[in-house]
């Protein structure tokens, strides 16, 4: 069992040493599994690619990057609380659902797994269907190629509105701290993987889209066309573009001849760091 047989209310600087821990682990860990399949991706991307490469990849590099690192400065700014110590506290608190529950953890683990990833889904889409949610996400969009760098172009704005209601879910559910951590892992793995430049065999990329989501589901996401734009929503698992019809197989343009990005976001000056950080404040619209 996972849950705390203690009852006594707690605030999240008591936490134990063992939550210590496993918050410094689960940093350890992101980290190290980041910087690993980002060295695989880049290295799959340089001798297997897609589609070839138009815009420079220099400028798209250093505003991709540059973007992810002012996310992470931003978001340990303004939220303190990351996802695996809100799953510790709950957890020793004996908080949330699961823990009322009193749930086993097999079952605790693969439900807080499935609800985060499903969370994730409808999230996307929420951020596509509200002004200003788009207004921060459009920024993503607006990258003119898609590769592995494409995975961590996030405005810090979203990120920190992600954490947020990540954040209040995984304490509502009151998710296992080892479940949060592993979907955060797989999560940022994801990301970069679906994002990727890559080439994988079509009947490769059919048995893996039946589970996870995969580069070519995803460039569907990224067309410059608003009804594609507007399909496979998934991170990971890609059941739920199935299961909520928004599953699209391949662009109609094929994947060598769509156009990647957004129509108003299309010249050098756009794709400069300090222009993708005002982007959200301008008044163009898609």
């Keep these: 069992m996972y849950l705390s047989n203690n009852s006594d209310v707690i605030t999240l600087g008591?936490?134990?040493?063992?939550?210590?821990?496993?918050?410094?682990?689960?940093?350890?860990?992101r980290l190290m599994s980041f910087i690993a399949v980002l060295a695989v991706m880049?290295?799959?991307?340089?001798?297997?690619?897609?589609?070839?490469?138009?815009?420079?990849?220099s400028i798209r590099h250093l505003s991709n990057y540059g973007v992810m690192i002012i996310g992470v400065v931003l978001a340990r700014v303004l939220m303190p609380v990351f996802p695996v110590a809100?799953?510790?506290?709950?957890?020793?608190?004996?908080?949330g659902l699961l823990n009322f529950l009193n749930s086993p953890f097999w079952l605790a683990f693969l439900l807080s797994f499935l609800f985060?990833?499903?969370?994730?889904?409808?999230?996307?889409?929420?951020?596509?269907?509200?002004?200003?949610?788009?207004?921060?996400?459009?920024?993503?969009?607006s990258d003119t190629e898609l590769d592995v760098s494409s995975g961590i172009r996030f405005h810090p704005l979203e990120i920190v509105v992600?954490?947020?209601?990540?954040?209040?879910?995984?304490?509502?559910?009151?998710?296992?701290?080892?479940?949060?951590?592993?979907?955060?892992?797989?999560?940022?793995?994801?990301?970069?993987?679906?994002?990727a430049n890559i080439h994988i065999p079509r009947h490769i990329d059919r048995l893996l889209r039946c589970v996870l989501?995969?580069?070519?589901?995803?460039?569907?996401?990224?067309?410059?066309?608003?009804?594609?734009?507007?399909?496979?929503?998934?991170?990971?698992i890609s059941w739920?573009?199935?299961?909520?019809?928004?599953?699209?197989?391949?662009?109609?343009?094929?994947?060598?001849?769509?156009?990647?990005?957004?129509?108003?976001?299309r010249n050098n000056?756009?794709?400069?760091?300090?222009?993708?950080?005002?982007?959200?404040?301008?008044?163009q619209r898609e």
């Design 14 to 29: 008591e936490m134990d040493l063992n939550g210590l821990t496993e918050i410094t682990l689960e940093h350890y860990i």
């Design 42 to 57: 880049l290295f799959w991307e340089q001798y297997a690619s897609k589609r070839p490469l138009v815009y420079s990849k």
């Design 86 to 95: 809100i799953a510790i506290y709950a957890n020793q608190a004996n908080q």
């Design 116 to 141: 985060l990833d499903l969370l994730i889904y409808f999230q996307h889409r929420l951020f596509h269907r509200i002004p200003v949610f788009w207004a921060i996400h459009r920024m993503h969009h």
């Design 162 to 195: 992600s954490l947020m209601i990540k954040v209040g879910a995984i304490y509502s559910l009151g998710a296992p701290p080892i479940a949060v951590m592993t979907f955060e892992v797989v999560l940022t793995a994801a990301s970069l993987f679906n994002h």
């Design 213 to 236: 989501v995969t580069p070519d589901m995803h460039r569907v996401h990224h067309s410059i066309i608003p009804d594609e734009y507007d399909k496979n929503f998934g991170f990971n």
């Design 240 to 265: 739920w573009d199935w299961i909520f019809r928004t599953y699209q197989d391949q662009p109609r343009e094929g994947h060598l001849g769509m156009v990647i990005g957004l129509r108003n976001f």
């Design 269 to 283: 000056r756009e794709m400069r760091l300090d222009s993708l950080l005002l982007q959200p404040f301008l008044s």
